[in-house]
């Protein structure tokens, strides 16, 4: 699975002029399920996500995750949105190829999982829908930016 995670002061999701999910800081998550991936990688995905220590601790040194953001046991947000175009091969010419992307019912179903799995341990999680016309809005805090993959094992 890969995650693409921007630390946020702020974000939402609006889909058909409606807010359908926002924080205010913490992570905005952008997962995407690959073929073979399964619970295991998106276990994985989740427990590093939820450890990385990328919040600014009192000396303003990148020491915090985001179940202690500020140092004080404040919680940050999760924004989950899936996109498949992080599966997205451009070696080939100017055109992408989403083929390493999980089919969308296998997408889906991985993708729900993962927030089910977000919101049974972490108190903050909002979501985009699925498959959507999304517009994301964001003030990345930093900026910081960080990409993540976890990978099947090979059979």
């Known amino acids: 699975m890969h995650a693409l995670l921007q630390r946020v002061k702020h974000a939402r999701v609006v889909v058909d002029g409606a807010v359908v999910g926002q924080i205010g800081p913490g992570f905005l998550v952008f997962v995407c399920a690959e073929q073979g991936d399964s ?4 276990d994985k ?41 992080l599966a997205a091969d451009t070696s ?8 390493g992307a999980a089919v969308p019912a296998e997408g889906r179903r991985l993708y729900d999982y993962f ?8 108190p903050v999680v909002e979501t985009g829908i699925f498959a959507a016309d999304m517009q994301v809005e964001l003030v990345n805090d930093g900026p910081v930016t960080i990409p993540m ?5 090979p059979t």
């Open 149 to 153: 993959r976890v990978s099947a094992a």
């Open 92 to 99: 080939g010419g100017n055109r992408p190829s989403f083929s």
């Open 115 to 122: 927030v089910a799995q977000a919101r049974a341990v972490h």
């Open 45 to 85: 995905l989740l427990a590093k996500i939820l450890k990385l220590r990328v919040f600014s601790d009192a000396q303003g040194k990148m020491n915090l995750g985001i179940q202690n953001m500020d140092g004080s046991g404040a919680v940050g947000a999760l924004l989950i949105v899936s996109q498949f175009t």
């Open 39 to 42: 619970e295991k990688e998106a």
